[in-house]
Each structure stands twice: as C-alpha cells, then as structure tokens.
C-alpha cells in the first residue's frame, strides 16, 4: 500500500508522471547434465529478469525534463531480492536531467554502454530470443572476475546481461542523423586514490532505416581485500539488419583481466523471423575462445527459441541451448548457476518452457 501511495503522491505533486511498472518471467526447465546429473527444475527470470520498478519524468520546460529510474530485480519462485546480498533498488537507481536538445545526464548506479549500445542497440540475439539462457558463460572462470562466483563459469564475462556501475554519471547524446554517442564514469570513492576502484565507459551507436551499427567499451578496476585492484576490459562491436520479417544480427565481445593477463572472445550471428504478429522464431550460433590463461578452452553454443504473444502483455515461449566445449573442459549454459551447475563433461543441454507477463 506505501508504496502505490509513493507512487500518487509523487504522481500528484508533479507537472510529469510516475509509472510503476514490472515483468515478470517464470517455467520449467529440463538441463541434461547438471553436476553429472539430468535436473527438472523451476527456474525463474530467463526470458527477462523479473523487475519491479518505478521511473518518472517532469517537465521543466523548453524541452528539458527531470527523470529518475528505480528498479529492484527479485525471484518469483521465492520473492527474495536478487542478486542475494543486493540492495532492494541494485538492478537501477538513478536521478538526472533529459534534454531533447543537448542530450541526457544521470547520477547513480546504472547500466555501462556494453548494455546500453549493445544490448539495448538491438545486436544481441539474447534479445530477440533466449534471454539468460543465452549470454555468455563457458569454461572460463580462470578469467577470475571478481563478480562472478568460481562456479559461474565468468558467468556474463561481457556484462551484457545487465552489469550496473555504481556511483556514476552517465551522458547520452542525443541523435545526429542516427549517430548517438555517451560516455560514463564511475568514482571509486577511496580517499587519496581517485583511480582505484574507479570505471570508465563509452559507446557509439548508429540506426537509421533497416540498418543498426553499434560499439562498447567499458573498464571496471575492482578492490581486493587482500590483493591488488583486478582490472576487467570489455569492448564489443555489433551489427543489426532487418530484412522485413526477418532480423539478423552479429555479435564481437571480449573481456580481459589485466592482473593475470586471461581474456576471452566470442562471435555470434542470429536471426528472428515474425512468422505472424504473435508468432515469432529465433535461432543463433555463438563460438567462444580463451587465450592460454584459461586454458585455451573454447566452446560452440546453439539455441532456438519460439514465442507467442497471447496479448500485449503475456507470452510463452519454448527453448533449447546446446553447449559444446573441447575435451577436458566443462560445459556450462549461462543462467545454470547453481554451485553444482557446471556439466561433469565437455556437453551441456536444456529446454525450457515458460510464461512471462509484462504490466
């Protein structure tokens, strides 16, 4: 009740408006080998996370505006906040300023332009199908990043699944005959260190007509209790062409470690067909490689997926990923993140089907 108070009172108080919004995403999921064995499960937040969330907009006048996002990321299948141990708004949280004419200023925690220009760019076959499922994850975890858990594989070693920087300020042009650009910077907060700790990101996108061009980079220096600060290099480069019903894509991340040197690329190409206007299909390939500090593992990932839209706000779908890595290596799909998620072998399989609803 407090809270669709906030939300009429802010809504009451203000020349703009207050949205609550949120998605939520929950199924079953078949994987084939989880720690040398076959697991049913329920699993949650794959299609999309399941978000609750609060933004708004006033209008200050000549095309400039006031603008805020909260959003808290949680579990339908036990209503607890996730990541565990994160704060009730991790997922977003920021204040700022819109101009139409000179483009938009935020202040907070928020998304680095892997994900903005990237992912939100339209490059990304996760977008089009598969969700978590989807992203990047392999036998990769000598990559050593320190947000991801040993047993997660790296798990979203290129943060495109939606990686926050926290204590930013983020500038995002406005468009210039379809070119947009922006620049973040995240503060470390250390006193006397203004370069620990600290991130750094930018972004160049270009969209008009059937064609989308898009460019990353991000660098998060993360503090160690016992050991020196790990810097973690993400740049990526992607391309989105719509052929009327069909959308293809093609994808280039990497990420390196620059305290003990492992890096890891990826390439992947998709497609999307718009079978009818609640049908849709999609299919991708994504190869992904180390260098000698992990081991020189690679691994091959497939995934189909289908959608129908029942409304505007509801759909189910139905999915299948494949992972195959070399000899000696474990497969484990991005989103298989239970400690004894990793296969015991080189080959991992699921299929999912599930029900999300948008409101």
């Not at 009172?9 to 703009?16: Q, T």
């Not at 975890?141 to 926050?164: H, N, Q």
């Not at 996108?205 to 290099?233: F, H, S, W």
Request: with cysteine; charged share 15%.
């Amino acid at each position: 009740m407090a809270i669709v108070l906030f939300a009429v009172c802010a809504s009451a108080h203000a020349e703009g408006s207050v949205t609550l919004w949120g998605v939520l995403d929950a199924g079953v999921t078949y994987v084939s080998n989880e720690g040398g064995h076959g697991n049913v499960k329920f699993d949650d937040g794959i299609k999309t996370p399941n978000m609750l969330g609060f933004r708004g907009k006033e209008d200050l006048g000549d095309g400039l505006s006031a603008v805020f996002s909260l959003v808290n990321q949680f579990s339908v299948g036990s209503g607890a906040i996730t990541p565990a141990g994160t704060g009730l708004f991790s997922r977003n949280a920021f204040v700022g300023l819109d101009s139409v004419k000179y483009g938009k200023l935020t202040l907070g925690d928020q998304y680095d332009f892997m994900v903005d220009s990237l992912f939100f760019g339209g490059v990304d076959a996760a977008m089009y199908g598969g969700g978590l499922y989807n992203f990047r994850a392999g036998p990769f975890s000598k990559l050593a990043i320190p947000y991801a858990p040993p047993y997660a594989g790296s798990f979203d070693w290129d943060r495109m699944s939606g990686e926050t920087v926290t204590n930013s300020v983020k500038y995002q042009s406005p468009s210039f005959g379809g070119f947009r650009f922006g620049a973040m910077y995240g503060f470390g907060n250390v006193p006397g260190h203004m370069g620990s700790g600290n991130a750094v990101s930018a972004g160049l996108n270009y969209d008009q007509g059937p064609l989308a061009l898009a460019a990353a980079y991000t660098e998060v220096k993360y503090l160690q209790e016992a050991a020196p600060q790990v810097g973690i290099r993400n740049w990526g480069v992607g391309a989105r062409y719509s052929f009327g019903k069909i959308v293809a894509t093609a994808l280039i991340t990497t990420a390196r470690n620059t305290a003990n040197g492992a890096a890891v690329a990826e390439g992947e190409i998709g497609a999307s067909y718009q079978v009818d206007p609640a049908l849709s299909l999609s299919a991708n390939y994504m190869y992904m490689k180390g260098n000698a500090v992990v081991d020189n593992n690679h691994a091959h990932q497939v995934t189909a997926v289908a959608d129908y839209s029942l409304s505007k706000r509801t759909t189910v779908y139905a999915e299948a990923v494949y992972q195959r890595t070399n000899s000696g290596a474990q497969a484990l799909i991005s989103g298989v993140l239970d400690p004894n998620g990793t296969s015991s072998g080189p080959s991992q399989f699921l299929a999912r089907i599930g029900i999300e609803n948008r409101f």
